[in-house]
């Protein structure tokens, strides 16, 4: 349900420029691990090609044909080296094993079952060499801010694009309890272009006691849970769950 949100890749670049503290924090872990690094859900590229950039043998695989055109793009004109794939990280063989692994922005979220998130943590499991971590960070779900996604549309933001000019970024939000699914509609319109992309956006909370236990079934120890970029322990209060997790 979230393609289409994903098929303007300039604009979400426009949208989310990227850079600040969750590039470095990536960047200095995959520093400090060493080897092969794989992403999965890469986009376009914020946190990988800076990685590849380090020097390490970088793989990105993201669903979105049009994410990667736009990671491709970047990375040629900084004349950065990443091998760039189409696959589905809900099951994936790449015939090969990687030093660091790494899922970010929410990017688990898009997987909405159970069944889905463990046969993930099981591909991810199948493709760890022996003393690499898997890292990942969602949001920490707040029962205050589920309660706002009450269906009425609201301005988030705005943005510049060179072409349009100003862009403003309405969002219509549900959640489904039961499913544990955000189910959202992204606007974007300027003056004289209302709503020229309308896009859903359907994200899953995952709170924080099931989350080891996904983990878990999928083959994996989650190690360490911090709870922002600075590495502050993961509490009730922090806004991240930031995991890091090896093999079983």
């Avoid at 590039?23 to 986009?43: H, I, K, M, P, T």
Wanted: glycine share 8%; net charge negative.
């Amino acid at each position: 349900m979230s393609e289409a949100f994903y098929s303007h890749a300039r604009l979400y670049d426009l949208m989310f420029p990227g850079g600040g503290p969750a590039v470095d924090f990536y960047r200095s872990y995959a520093n400090r691990q060493g080897g092969r690094v794989l992403e999965l859900g890469c986009g376009t590229g914020h946190k990988l090609i800076p990685i590849a950039s380090d020097g390490h043998p970088c793989v990105g695989m993201d669903l979105s044909p049009e994410m990667l055109t736009e990671a491709r793009r970047k990375a040629n004109e900084r004349g950065v080296a990443v091998e760039w794939l189409r696959g589905d990280m809900r099951a994936f063989d790449l015939d090969r094993t990687f030093d660091f692994v790494f899922i970010t922005a929410n990017s688990l979220l898009h997987l909405h079952d159970a069944e889905d998130l463990v046969s993930c943590f099981q591909s991810v499991r199948r493709h760890l060499a022996p003393g690499a971590r898997f890292v990942f960070d969602v949001f920490n779900p707040s029962v205050r801010i589920l309660a706002k996604a009450d269906g009425v549309r609201r301005t988030r933001e705005s943005f510049i694009d060179p072409d349009r000019g100003n862009i403003s970024v309405d969002v219509t939000e549900l959640y489904d309890a039961p499913a544990q699914v955000t189910r959202g509609t992204w606007h974007l319109s300027t003056d004289s272009e209302p709503d020229f992309v309308v896009a859903p956006l359907e994200i899953r909370s995952i709170f924080p006691q099931e989350l080891p236990l996904l983990v878990s079934l999928g083959g994996l120890r989650l190690i360490e849970r911090l709870g922002d970029w600075s590495g502050r322990p993961f509490a009730v209060d922090t806004p991240l769950q930031l995991c890091i997790c090896e093999s079983t």
